[in-house]
């Protein structure tokens, strides 16, 4: 008999480590079933022992071991997924079995790529910076030469029986990548992605363990996992991407733990992007990082950019201001006017969904927002015509008869500007032209997206509304573009907003053959100036300078602690947060977050370790994390979650 240590691939377990026995010998990295709670879970060996060796401690146990349910054989998880759990682990501060649970779709998946290197269930962080590492380089270039620097890559690497993995954000730049780099060896080109079937999957799998020939693999992260024995390069692509942080609370950002993947697999990785993150051209500038060539601040194509004046009209009555303000302005109707008599295809952006994105109260200045999670209520249509709040965060309804929630008036006013009322306000304006609309309302699967799309490509004009994902699915460039609120975008409550106004503007330009124009109140904006001036290396050298002077990641890493529970607790909790986290000078605030469908009362506190106490630096290169810091916030109280870098301070 065989005592088992096993980590259970479950979240929310008081223990990250769980005792069973088993009958037959068990080998460290397999994945085995044992019961948790009467339910039987997956879990990895990381440690087997003889039980004739653990006989007087088993018979002084306050507890009877259970048994092992099933070894799940020919199916081990290899050592190099194993060491990115533990250092992902450390580095979020979550178990090891929520990291496995990220980054492996599918275990059985794995059984096909087993390795037969030996299992290393515990190295120290600093330990693999003794050794020489895999080059990681950083790409900043347009998305043409990326291209055909990779073209050439692929190329060079078939040549040298070494395969290619490419990491993407979503499915839609999967796709981007496939139909590109697939030309002339589609048959040693796969893509793996949440889409794929399963059946699929064990398809591609089979043949990538069998077949001789090296590939190209194509994979959102959670399958950047899946390595076949010749990959020898991952490249991570459209690194400025949100979509590689996870939807959960806390967070977790894919970018590094495929960094921290290439790291303990011993691969090179390339990050590639237009425009990266500042962060990632600190690195950069640290010697963190190098280089594919030079790094470059020029677009793809000059844009040429116009700015439409759009605000209260000087000649509206004062008492009238607060009503919601037209869509378009009559020089941006004149734009699409000429626009529609060329026959031209109109790409309108706005940032969010919706008739209005914001409701006020005139007499107290309230805004209307959920009463279960705090965030904006925003005012829609429904198909029988009827106005109603929706909440976009926990999708709660609300009668758009409400009353203010503060004072109880009737006098509401709607602001902002979303996809609905500007579809509206189009078909209103040009009810002879075809007028289509991408966003998560209209488009709720990527099938309709594509159709959708699809449709607007074939008409002989037409006009797209959408939001940023309707950039996944033009791949046929507009004849013009407008951003029909550009001064919405500022309303992102984050460090790094600045970064990706700039980026979703490079987004949207890239798939524009003519004009870019900006519908703002301010057309002076310093953002503006930039796009016109096609140079961002200014800008760069001008966030990152502000950034380092106040404290913002690439300088140091951000860590926000977040405690609910009783407001009976709250004032001891926050004198003990402050006491505890004093030697990084806490930024101390209330909130309120949505716990099990209710509203309680948070408290926040935001720390700013150096880049050398915490960091992917301080993980994979330096000393490892800091010790002093780790045994701080092995002492938070509990209730509470630690993110790190989030993009939402607040």
Known sequence: MWIVEVIPIKKGLPQETLTYFSAEPVIDGALVSVPIRSKLIDAVVVGVRDAREEKSAIKSGSFSLKKVAKVKKDISIPYYVFETATLASRYYRRTRGEILNLIIPDYSLHGTFAKKMPFKSNSPEGENAEKIQPERLIFQSPLEDRMSFYKTCIRESFARKESVTFICPTISDCELFSESLSKGISDFVVTLHSEVSK???????????????????????????????????????HENSNAYNTPTTPSFDFRVIVEILARTAGKKLIIGDSLLRVETLGRYESKELSAIGSVTFRALTPIEISVIPHGVPEELPKHSRNEQIPALSEQAQKIIARGVEKKSHIFAFALRTGLATITRCRDCGFVFACEYCSSPLVLYQNASERRIYICNKCKRHKPSESRCMRCNSWNLSAHGLGTEFV???????????????????????????RKIAAQFSASESGILVGTEMALFYLNDSVSDSIIVSFDTLFNIPSYRTNERIVGLMLSIAERTKGKLYIQTKNPHEPIIDLMRSNNYASWYRSELAERLEYNYPPASTILKITWSGKDSEKEAVRDYLKELLLPYLPDIFDTEIIKNGKKVSAINAIIRPKRDEWSLYALLDGKGLSEILREILSKLPEGTTLNVNPDNLL
């Open 199 to 237: 059946k699929r999957c064990i398809e591609i799998v089979n043949k990538l363990a069998n077949e001789k020939h090296p590939f190209v693999v194509i994979a959102t992260p959670s399958f950047a996992s899946l390595m076949r024995d010749d990959m020898q390069t991952m490249i991570l692509e």
């Open 423 to 449: 579809e509206q306000e189009i078909k209103r304006l040009f009810p002879d032209i075809p007028v289509f609309r991408i966003d998560r309302d209209t488009t709720p699967s990527r099938a309709i997206a």
